[in-house]
């Protein structure tokens, strides 16, 4: 399959004040949804604006739909539906008088699919910006950002401020243009919609890309969240002293821990005792996230 | 709807080349409206309020002037001032001589607002998120301020010739025509300045400060400069030294085009600025 996004050893300095990104290898697939995942400041929006060309990078080599970010930035915002972290518009400006600017900039004729999502994301497209409130500006930024069906789309923490109704909406139509084979990129702090509808994610930190996996197999690959029930009371120090158990936490016949290691020793251990009940829960993304910060911190579990 | 996607091109929009630019230019000028319509009205009600008041000076001219002559000969020539008794004389001092410095600060507040305050304010990155060349935004931006310019000094040219023949003074609609037409390049040139320092800085502030600083700066270079010999050899690099006064002596089209010249080269410039710089939000 083909590439939509490459990036070798892409690197942007700021200079000594402030961190940009350092070697980002990434290689995202067209038609794929790709979550890029970090806190604040670790490289996310340098990442894309790198990309965009509206950054120049200091080394390493990036392209878009195999186009250099260097020499075919106009190229590449062709093929590219945006959706800045910080979204501002001219406060004089109306939704409808920015769509129909865009289009004519995009030279697209047709404003029937930008009608058709602001309707189902409810975006009011006949106020001036100024009177619009964070949520509905946001609305605004995900029509212009999707209103010309561009093949590859970069959302910058798209649901920041929707309400959780129009949030289900927006994923909806990230599925539809999945299913239409579009790519899409996606930068969120919301990691339940990120494991909802990304194929794969890529974890950021300290500008340098820390893991790339699809989100199952991150997920699959962490701890688990183990609760046991037994019959009677039982010791807990045998479960304690297993590989991999941390946070153990018992009151006679309920035990609770957190298994990083292999659960057959686990469960060959509880198997001794009468057991009643076994909850083994895998954890959220977000729960994955942290464990990776963490362990920069010098927390490793 | 299914669409299979073949390397991004599939879906992909274009616009061409000059209709992006087009759209720019004719969105700006738009988004400028108000602006024309609120520096027009008031230059121009000033400029039509000295038609008027000509008319009550207009008897007393020659005491006027037997009065100006207890002034030193280099000041009342600093500031343009040769017979209060001729209208156009009376319209370049009063008006025509100064209106640089206030017309001037609508080019430079545009243009220090098209980079480094669309920076500031985080616009910049949507509108980039569009396929527009970082040239188009340059020479976009002047096009319409430029456009803009020409419509304040067209608002400006019918309020006072207006004015004139209302008051029955004495200035024909080429005189006028003139006189506004000759506060475009002067005032443009600085905005063209801080269109460059919009595009070399990430601040308005300095994109605004460094024009209008250069502007007062000149202005007085050139006016001191008339009546101070130390001062006389500094005067060829004032701006001003070349807007004379096209309400009594006609255009000068080859300061005119000088002008304008500088104000292109200084686009020029600033476009291979923002060519190549970091766009910060």
């Known amino acids: 399959m083909s590439l939509a ?4 050893k892409l690197t942007k300095a700021y200079g000594r004040k402030a961190r940009g990104i350092e070697d980002v290898d990434l290689a995202v697939e067209e038609g794929e949804i790709f979550g890029f ?39 590449i915002r062709a093929r590219v539906g945006n959706l800045p972290g910080e979204f501002a518009l001219e406060d004089k400006m109306t939704g409808e008088g920015l769509l129909k600017y865009f289009a004519r900039l995009r030279g697209v004729g047709d404003l029937g699919y930008a009608h058709e999502i602001s309707e189902r994301l409810g975006a009011e497209l006949h106020r001036p910006m100024r009177r619009l409130s964070r949520g509905n ?48 990129f996606f930068s969120s702090h919301n990691l339940a919609e990120v494991e909802r509808v990304c194929d794969r994610v890529g974890i950021i930190r300290g500008g340098r890309l820390a893991a790339v996996e699809t989100t199952a197999t991150l997920v699959d690959k962490s701890f688990r969240h183990v609760v046991l029930t037994f019959a009677e009371d039982v010791d807990k120090e045998p479960f304690e002293a297993l590989p991999g158990v941390k946070n153990l936490r018992g009151d006679g016949k309920r035990i609770s821990f957190t298994l990083y290691d292999d659960l057959d020793e686990m469960v060959k251990l509880a198997a001794g005792h009468r057991l009643v009940n076994m909850e083994y829960e895998r954890p959220s993304l977000e729960e994955v996230f942290l464990t990776y910060y963490e362990r920069e911190n010098g927390e490793e579990r | 709807m299914s669409v299979v996607m073949d390397r991004g091109e599939k879906g992909t929009h274009t616009a061409r ?9 004719s969105h700006t000028i738009r988004m400028q409206l108000r602006s024309v319509v609120i520096w027009g009205a008031a230059l121009g009600l000033y400029s039509a309020a000295m038609v008027a008041s000509f008319t009550a000076i207009e008897g007393s001219a020659a005491q006027l002037n037997q009065l100006m002559e207890a002034y030193p000969k280099g000041m009342l020539e600093a500031f343009g001032v040769t017979d209060l008794g001729d209208p156009a004389n009376y319209m370049h001092s009063q008006v025509f001589g100064l209106a640089p410095l206030a017309l001037a600060f609508f080019p430079i507040l545009a243009l220090a607002n098209a980079i480094a ?64 037409l000759n506060l475009w390049p002067i005032c ?25 600083f250069l502007l007062f700066g000149m202005y007085l270079m050139d006016t001191i ?34 002008i304008t010249l500088v104000a292109l080269a200084l686009v020029l410039l600033a476009a291979l600025v923002f060519r190549r710089r970091d766009i910060y939000t």
């Not at chain 2, 931006?141 to 029955?168: H, K, M, Q, R």
């Not at chain 2, 101070?228 to 255009?251: C, N, Q, T």
């Open chain 1, 37 to 75: 995942l970090g806190p604040n400041g670790a490289g996310k929006t340098t990442t894309v604006r790198t990309l965009l060309g509206f950054l120049r990078p200091t080394s390493g080599r990036g392209e878009v739909f195999g186009l250099d970010i260097r020499k075919s930035s106009v190229e």
């Open chain 2, 117 to 180: 305050g669309a920076e500031e304010r985080g616009t910049i990155d949507v509108l980039l998120g569009n396929p527009l060349p970082r040239w188009q935004i340059v020479l976009g931006n002047f096009i319409a301020v430029a456009v803009s310019l020409l419509e304040i000094c067209a608002v400006v040219g019918l309020l006072t010739w207006g004015a004139a023949v209302l008051f029955d003074v004495e200035l024909s609609l080429r005189e006028v025509t003139d006189a506004v």
């Open chain 1, 5 to 8: 996004i490459e990036t070798e």
């Open chain 2, 17 to 25: 080349p000059w209709g992006t630019l087009f759209a720019l230019v």
């Open chain 2, 188 to 212: 443009i040139v600085f905005g063209a300045l801080a269109l460059l320092c919009s595009a070399l800085f990430h601040r308005r502030s300095l994109a605004i400060s460094i024009p209008a």
């Open chain 2, 225 to 258: 400069g008339r009546v101070s010999e130390d001062l006389e050899d500094w005067r060829p690099i004032s701006v001003f030294k070349y807007y004379g006064s096209a309400i009594e002596h006609g255009m000068d089209w080859t300061h005119f085009g000088s």
């Open chain 1, 137 to 184: 500006k946001q609305k605004i930024g995900l029509v212009q950002a999707m209103f010309h069906r561009p093949p590859l789309l970069m959302f910058d923490e798209p649901t920041s401020g929707l309400d959780p109704l129009v949030q289900e909406e927006f994923l909806d139509i990230i599925e539809e243009m999945k299913a239409e084979g579009r790519t899409v």
